[in-house]
């Protein structure tokens, strides 16, 4: 099956399908259909391990995208190596086109402060969609109580680019999450211990500050709460330039 044959009747029915089924159910759905040219991808903080981990049991030959900015912090790329030998995962790390001496010198010393949106497109979304060329799918582990744009994602949707977004995890909670964890005794992140809900690139990342939801410690201090892989490549936004 060619991910661009499917109508829109269908993405219907099998999103009302996928509503109630399991992210196995979804995962094996779009190896067996999509494949082989669907990718996931990860961002290797602690709420990625039970998607990496599904992977591993349902499809292990998947190829898993890791776009390494420049910016994450030392433990996010141990953790990476740490996962990729316990699981036996097919990893592609993804870079920038351009280097970060670059970036600074077109851009200042900290474009992720004085530019966050223009400084995740070029870090982020630019190797996304040169990793995701040729492809069908996208596989990602977003969930709907993570933030506001989230809660509007069904399971299966289109990118700008017309490559089919899956979304296995879509209905889990953050409770869901953990409870798999638990009961399959996965690692944690490093920086877990440390208060780190959700980790992205160092700059932009704190422990949150209260009892607010996972990714309040992206982007502090900011309305910024998207790094655009799952907003600009699927409305064309253009950043700031």
């Known amino acids: 099956m060619q991910a661009e044959s499917l109508t829109e009747s269908e993405i219907a029915a ?10 196995e159910v979804i995962l094996e759905w779009a190896w067996e259909n999509l494949g082989p040219n669907v990718a996931a991808s990860s961002s290797f903080q602690t709420q990625s391990v039970p998607l990496l981990h599904l992977i591993s049991e349902t499809c292990p030959d998947m190829p898993i995208i890791f776009l390494d900015t420049g910016f994450h912090f030392p433990e996010t790329l141990r953790f990476r190596d740490d996962l990729i030998d316990q699981f036996g995962l097919n990893v592609e790390v993804m870079h920038p086109e351009i280097e970060k001496d670059e970036l600074f010198e077109r851009h200042g010393e900290s474009p992720y402060r004085t530019d966050p949106d223009l400084c995740c497109h070029i870090n982020k979304v630019e190797p996304m969609q040169r990793a995701l060329e040729g492809r069908n799918a996208w596989i990602n582990g977003v969930r709907k109580d993570q933030t506001e744009q989230r809660e509007q994602l069904e399971v299966l949707e289109w990118t700008s680019r017309g490559i089919l977004r899956v979304h296995p995890m879509l209905t ?70």
Do not use: Q
């Open 14 to 23: 099998y999103n009302a399908r996928f509503e109630t089924a399991s992210p």
């Open 172 to 241: 889990w909670t953050s409770r869901d999450v953990w409870t798999y964890i638990n009961e399959h005794d996965l690692p944690a992140h490093p920086l877990f211990e440390e208060g780190y809900m959700s980790i992205g690139c160092a700059p932009c990342t704190s422990p949150p500050s209260g009892d607010g939801d996972e990714r309040e410690g992206r982007w502090s201090g900011s309305s910024k709460s998207e790094c655009g892989l799952h907003t600009e490549m699927v409305e064309e936004e253009e950043p700031n330039s």
